[in-house]
């Protein structure tokens, strides 16, 4: 979690959750890493210190367990190890998630889409997707599988060297990487272009006479969808009579990212070269108005000065519209700069460095950004080892949440050793990002034994809202409908459906096709499976081109309120969201006004009012407004031995309490400020059942001291419910339908300072007596039961606060 939304262990509603006695638990002392782990670990040839510093935080976090005393209780038959009267370990590192209405950053698990055995070089991974349609979840209708390709270079690091790519292809949304291909290809600029083909412009160009006057860029280029891919070449036609120059590098010119073509059929990408002329080398803008027949200077991005070079550029779209260039710059104390342009590339501001609260910008290199689907632009870099910022706004003017992706630099002298730092990053879903970088440069691994090979990982990037629906699942599980005037698509974008309005890609391919039918305008309407209380709204109209729409909701699908979104001329490449005073709605329409033109609709959201979904929080990290948490996060599947499944009931995301720890409890804490009752209602899943769930109600006492009116112990292997009235346990009731492992149940809890009740599934229990006479409520926890057992795992989706 962000430094600025961690807090540490000393909520009193914390604590009144986690003590033992009537006094409240102190404050966790929490020591830092350093003081626990070893001063240093020498580095030695082939070891990659990523991992000896994830051993070193594991360690640590061990040792700053500390256990507690347990009690051994017997409740309907069960022996239990819970503790008498809360979850009395004080656990590591309790961690907060950040502002609801907030942006936030989740990092996924460091996996090895491409690992060689020693001696096999894998370096300066570049990736590219191209969306695909395929079936997810068995039973389910098809939907969106973005088709990852990966590339490896096998070439020594020098100007004069030509590419030699390893290309190895994922068909399950970079779940795995098997399909290797016997092509050099590179795809860090590959695009799909209006007639359905991918061409992908290749980093080094060739000379094409002797006298090494003239250069060709070499494309490749699939019309089967990637599968097999033929060159390219297109003449480099000078433009104002400057060739390129061979003073700073062979060959001129090298070709990097950003590869888009522009609604007139125009092909864009940025390169660096220097020209003739040049007292410095500078970084262009090159395009194609022949499907890369032919290329010629667009613009430049800066205006070269002598002592002062700018080469690698990393390019997207800024949710305006404008484009934005990262650049790598020389000398390495000129930092990473950044330039804008409202023009297509033509022309630019001048570059400046980047303002970013981190260092790690000051030497960068490899800048790769995206502009994720949900409108927050992510930008990923190396050297030293590889980071990343994110612009909440999608502006590019506010960069924030610093974050170290992978660590394993050349240290201690050895050069030679670890990561290059260079870096590749694609966009996934809406609010997911891959990114990916090496282990080796091509010049480390020298010694026998020592391991080339490609790592990644997801960045998952939110923003504002805790309720979003997962309208991809509720569409593919035929939950929610889409009808509208669809208009009919070629062969060659599958990804162009009616589900592509609900896939989670802002690719200009994957959307929802319309036209006005008839006497009816273009439309397009989503039916969800209930109605909703709904306060925002994201939609992303057809990508780059200008439209109108207003979109209305209605609670029949007959009568329609007054427009909470009203677009005219709107250029949209990412989605733009709305919020607006909660209305009732099953219906949300997206609608052409009069006179008005609507083609597309490439991404639409909605979120609901009276409920935490999970599906707008970042993955392994603890959900925006839970405070106090421990070993409990957001997920987006559930594993097991054969298969992997959906984690929330019907979508994507739950928040999970996993307790494998012996040394502290699985603990997570909603606060829902001071009052006098509250309505808490969460649908739960035991994956692991061990033990059961603890699930308390805190508050405060009449002289301001923190206290508990609700202690209670939901017994699974028991079939029980039991609460704690100071002293020991009661029976409250038992459960006549208990759910089995995975099956969700609801339950809802309506409770005052003086009594309530307890609702699971279809039984209903009476609360006559709190544990502590409370002035006031103002949290709820749920809890794994004790340290004595291990393994349990318990899901919970859709959590309301009334």
Not at 441 to 449: D, F, I
Request: charged content about 20%; aromatic content about 6%; hydrophobic content about 40%.
């Amino acid at each position: 979690m962000p430094d600025d939304v961690r807090r540490q262990h000393t909520d009193p509603s914390f604590a009144s959750a986690v003590r033992s006695a009537p006094a409240p638990a102190p404050a966790l002392a929490t020591a830092p890493v350093s003081a626990l782990a070893p001063a240093s670990v020498p580095h030695r040839p082939g070891r990659h210190r990523a991992a000896v510093t994830q051993r070193r935080r594991h360690a640590a976090a061990r040792g700053r367990a500390r256990l507690a005393a347990l009690s051994v209780l017997i409740v309907g038959g069960a022996t239990l190890a819970v503790l008498p009267g809360g979850p009395g370990v004080q656990a590591a590192t309790p961690e907060s998630g950040g502002d609801p209405q907030g942006s936030a950053v989740g990092l996924g698990s460091v996996y090895y889409p491409y690992s060689p055995a020693a001696g096999t070089q894998a370096t300066n991974p570049h990736m590219a997707v191209v969306d695909t349609v395929g079936v997810v979840n068995p039973g389910e209708q098809p939907q969106r599988v973005p088709q990852v390709f990966l590339a490896a270079a096998q070439n020594a690091d020098v100007a004069a060297a030509d590419s030699d790519n390893k290309l190895i292809v994922s068909h399950d949304g970079a779940k795995t990487f098997s399909d290797y291909r016997k092509t050099n290809m590179a795809p860090q600029s590959l695009v799909q272009l209006a007639d359905g083909s991918l061409l992908a412009p290749q980093f080094i160009p060739r000379w094409t006479d002797a006298a090494r006057t003239q250069l060709d860029i070499v494309s490749q280029v699939s019309t089967g969808g990637g599968k097999t891919f033929v060159e390219r070449l297109g003449r480099f036609v000078p433009t104002d009579g400057k060739n390129v120059s061979q003073s700073l590098f062979d060959r001129g010119m090298r070709l990097h990212k950003g590869t888009e073509q522009l609604p007139d059929g125009t092909i864009i990408t940025a390169a660096y070269t220097r020209l003739t002329g040049d007292p410095a080398g500078r970084s262009v803008i090159l395009q194609s108005k022949d499907a890369g027949a032919t290329w010629t200077v667009r613009g430049s991005i800066n205006t070269p000065v002598a002592g002062h070079t700018t080469n690698e550029v990393g390019m997207a779209r800024t949710v305006d519209g404008r484009l934005i260039a990262i650049l790598r710059a020389s000398p390495q104390s000129d930092g990473l700069l950044q330039a804008y342009s409202s023009d297509d590339g033509k022309t630019w501001t001048k570059p400046v460095k980047i303002a970013a609260p981190t260092d790690t910008v000051d030497a960068a290199i490899e800048p790769s950004i995206v502009l994720q689907p949900n409108g927050i632009l992510v930008l990923a870099f190396g050297r030293p080892d590889n980071n990343m910022l994110i612009s909440a706004d999608g502006k590019g003017d506010d960069w924030s949440d610093p974050k170290q992706l992978f660590e394993n630099r050349p240290a201690d002298g050895y050069w030679t050793h670890g990561s290059s730092g260079n870096t590749t990053m694609v966009s996934l879903d809406g609010s997911r990002s891959l990114v990916a970088g090496d282990l080796c440069a091509a010049w480390g691994c020298q010694e026998q034994g020592e391991q080339y090979g490609v790592w990644a990982r997801t960045i998952d990037a939110v923003g504002p809202n805790v309720g979003k629906l997962d309208l991809t699942s509720m569409v593919a599980q035929g939950k929610a409908k889409l009808t509208g005037t669809f208009d009919r698509t070629a062969v060659q974008f599958p990804q162009t459906r009616p589900s592509g309005a609900v896939d989670g890609s802002s690719q200009r391919f994957a959307a929802a096709k319309l036209k006005p039918i008839s006497r009816d305008p273009a439309q397009l309407t989503l039916e969800l499976d209930r109605s909703y209380p709904i306060n925002r709204i994201g939609l992303m109209l057809a990508a780059g081109v200008a439209q109108d729409a207003v979109v209305q909701l209605s609670p029949d699908g007959k009568t329609w309120g007054a427009p909470v979104i009203t677009a005219s001329k709107r250029v949209d490449f990412s989605l733009r969201y709305q919020d607006f005073a909660v209305q009732q709605a099953k219906y949300v329409r997206v609608l052409a006004p009069a006179g008005g033109t609507l083609t597309g609709v490439t991404e639409l959201e909605v979120y609901r009012a009276d409920a935490q979904t999970f599906e707008n929080d970042p993955v392994n990290a603890v959900p925006r407004g839970w405070v106090d948490s421990v070993h409990a996060t957001v997920v987006d599947y559930v594993p097991s031995m054969a298969n992997q499944r959906q984690a929330g009931l019907g979508s994507r995301r739950a928040l999970r309490l996993l307790d494998h720890d012996s040394a502290a409890l699985a603990l997570a804490t909603r606060p829902f400020g001071a009052r006098d009752s509250v309505s808490v209602q969460t649908d739960v899943a035991g994956m692991t059942i061990n033990g059961g769930m603890l699930i308390d109600i805190n508050g405060t006492k009449a002289d301001g001291s923190a206290g508990r009116a609700y202690h209670l112990h939901l017994n699974l292997p028991g079939k029980s419910i039991s609460w704690w009235d100071g002293g020991k346990w009661n029976l409250l009731g038992t459960l006549t339908d208990p759910p089995v492992q995975g099956q969700w149940r609801n339950l809802k809890l309506d409770v005052s300072t003086t009594g309530g009740t307890l609702t699971f599934g279809s039984q209903t229990f009476r609360l006559t007596q709190p544990q502590e006479q409370l002035s006031k409520l103002s949290s709820v926890s749920f809890g794994s039961v004790g340290t004595g057992f291990t393994g349990s795992s318990y899901y919970l989706d859709n959590v309301s606060i009334g």
